[in-house]
Structures are given as C-alpha cells and as structure tokens.
C-alpha cells in the first residue's frame, strides 16, 4: 500500500519551494511527465521534455528555479537540480516497496560458524552462506544467491537474486549487486606448456568499497593474487566485465558492455561509456573520459576525453572521421585528374 506524502513534506526533504499548488496535496507514486496520473509527481529535467510538461497530468512537478508556470492544476516545485531532487523521490518510494523484514528463511542454508545476526539481516529462500562468512546488519541476500566461505559483506547491502560472491572477497557497507553479478570469478589466466593451456590458480580476492553498485551479470575477477579493487561510490552497468588484478578508483561510471582487461588502473572519477574497453596493463588517469565503442591500447593521462580505436583526443578522433568522410571524393577527384593529365599527356594522330 502506497504511503502518501504531502507537498509541504516534499519540498522540505529536496529544499524547493512551493511554486504552486496546496500544501497538503497528497502524492503516492511517482513517474515520468508523460506517464504520469493525478496522484504522481514528476519533474522537467531537461528542456526538450518541456512539450510533455506542458501536457503532464502529474499531481505535482519538480522543476527548475525560474519556472513559475506549467499545466493547470499541477504544483511546481523549484529546485536548482530537479534530476536530483527527483532521485529524492524515487528513493523513498523504492524503500517504501522494498519490504526488509529481518529473519532466515527456512529454506535457506547457513553454515553454523558463519556470522550474522538473525535478527538484523533477511537471508531469502534458496540463498547459502557458507562457512565462516560475515554478514553485517541491515543487510539482504536475495533468493538462490551464494556468499563463499569467508567472505565479508558489510552493512546495510543488498545482494539480489542469483549473485556469487565467491570466497573471501569483501564488500563495504551499503553496496548493490544486481541479479546475475558475479564477484570473485577465476581471472583468466593460462599458461602454454607442452602444447597445452595449463591453468595459472587465481588465489587473490576482490575487494569492493563503501556504496558501489554493481550491474546485472557483471563479472569482477579475482585478483591472481593481492587484489582486484572497486573504489567507493562506483557504479558499475550490467554486463561489464572487469579482469583480476585492476584497480577502479572511487567514484567511477562505467557502463554497459565495457571490457576492462587484467591488471589495468583506472583513476578516481572516471567515466566510461558503452562498449569502451581496454588493453590489459594499461592506465587512464583521473577524471578522463572515454567515449563509447573506444579501444584504450595504451595508458591515457588525467582529465581527457577519449575516442576512436586506438583511443585518441576526442577533437583529434573527430577531425580524422571528418577526413575519412571526405576520402570518397578525394579519390574521384585524383582519379578525375589522372585522367586528364593522361589525355594531355596522350600522342596526337
């Protein structure tokens, strides 16, 4: 059942103000402009939706400062970041829905020397915790998941359906793994002896720090020994794969499809798009910006922006597919003149 939340309490919790619209406006769910019913509340996050917001039936609009007029009978709110504001909003309707009720489900299985509070932590039907792991209050291992031997989840995680956290890596306090993640998979590692692969053991870990977030069937390898390393705040897409032995910095974006190869470091605040990926033992600094579908051979230095296979300056990568573009009618143009010039160059009768 839906818990309303009026107007008033709304523009407290994101620190707007009420533009329009009663205070004690009752508001259960949330959605986007043009989705929206008469008991939602949405926002104008970017001005080329300002055609849906004009048409909204929301109850209520978190909009930019400035904007003091919208749809008859919805309220404004202004903020001066209504994206985020709204991400206030999703949250509370998401916990809202979440239900974390403390307890072990009868058909889960827990090993007796693992270490978790029955009282603190849900432990769904289906899920295994195995021998001697730790698993800290508020926390939640969704159905059919697998927490190895030894390992470490910190508080207030939430670990969906169908993960593996595979032995003795640790998670920090309140980290996401979404259904299908796997922490902890064997690097690739082999060895070519006598016309044979021959398997290199992968006995490190991974170690993942506080409020990362972790895609569905992301893979992150274990390190081939030390550790693979996720720095906090990052936030991982679905279907990433990360080799042993990296090191993402705090508060990275990579999204889905990236490939990231063993042994590379990625600096703090690093964003990558889709399809990005790198060589192994390759490093990019902070802040960099890699462009989707680009192919890093090479280390990149702090603070640019990437593109191209191999990676380049964007501006750079830019002015060489302007080129390309043009090669077709560069090479008409030298075929036209070859002719001309052989015509020229013809003897006479």
Known sequence: MAIALSLSELAQWIDGDIVRGGLDLSLTGMAALDMADPHDVSFLGNEKYHAQFLETKAAAVIVPRGVTSGPEGTALIAVDNPTLAFSVVVKHFAEIARKFVPGIHPHASVDPSAVLNPEKVLV????????????????????????????????????????????????GDRVVLQPGAVIGSDGYGYELSDGRHVKIDQVGIVEIGDDVEIGANTTIDRARFGKTIIGEGTKIDNLV?????????????????????????????????????????????????IAGRTGITTSLPAGGTYSGFPAQPFKEEMKLRATVRRLPKLIERVKALEAALKAKQAPED
């Open 241 to 289: 794969q990360i080799g042993h032995n990296c090191v993402i910095g705090k508060h990275c974006l990579i999204v889905a499809l990236c490939g990231i190869s063993g042994s590379t470091r990625i600096g703090d605040y690093v964003t990558m798009a889709g399809q990005a990926a790198t060589a192994g033992h390759v490093s990019i600094g902070d802040k960099a910006m």
């Open 124 to 171: 769904h039907a289906g899920a295994v915790v195995m021998a001697d792991a730790s698993v800290g209050d508020g926390s939640e291992i969704g159905p059919n998941s697998v927490i190895g031997a030894d390992a470490v989840i910190g508080r207030d995680c939430h670990i969906m359906s169908n993960v593996a956290v595979r032995e003795r890596c640790v998670l």
